[in-house]
Nanobody, 121 residues
Framework: DVQLVESGGGSVQAGGSLTLACAASRSIYYDYCMGWFRQAPGKEREEVARFDGDRNADYAESVKGRASISVDSTKNTFQLQMNSLKPEDTAVYYC????????????????WGQGTQVTVS
């Protein structure tokens, strides 16, 4: 099965920017739907951004206009860039990949990265 490893977390001042990267153990561009989630202390994990089965990018309302998800198919990585960071963006960020078959993303197959902490102060 594919393994995912995040990088790029850390501490940043409010209003700053951060780019998170997710490296896959093998090529996932064609066979997986990729996305980013986050979980703040005491809250449920929530979706931040993802590519749907048609490879369209979807964003949570809370990050629209401030986040951008992208993929580098040649390097088996995908990224999440976030700008104008707010303290409420503080969370553990997880990358994830769902098997994509016939243009459908199967959440039941989801693979998770280990998570990376983002702290905005």
């Amino acid at each position: 099965d594919v393994q995912l490893v995040e990088s790029g977390g850390g501490s940043v001042q409010a209003g700053g920017s951060l780019t998170l990267a997710c490296a896959a153990s093998r090529s996932i561009y064609y066979d997986y739907c990729m996305g980013w989630f986050r979980q703040a202390p005491g809250k449920e994990r929530e979706e931040v951004a993802r590519f749907d089965g048609d490879r369209n990018a979807d964003y949570a309302e809370s990050v629209k206009g401030r986040a951008s998800i992208s993929v580098d198919s040649t390097k088996n990585t995908f990224q999440l860039q976030m700008n104008s960071l707010k303290p409420e963006d503080t969370a553990v960020y997880y990358c994830a990949a769902d098997r994509r078959v016939g243009g459908i993303c199967y959440e039941s197959s989801r693979v998770w990265g280990q998570g990376t902490q983002v702290t905005v102060s």
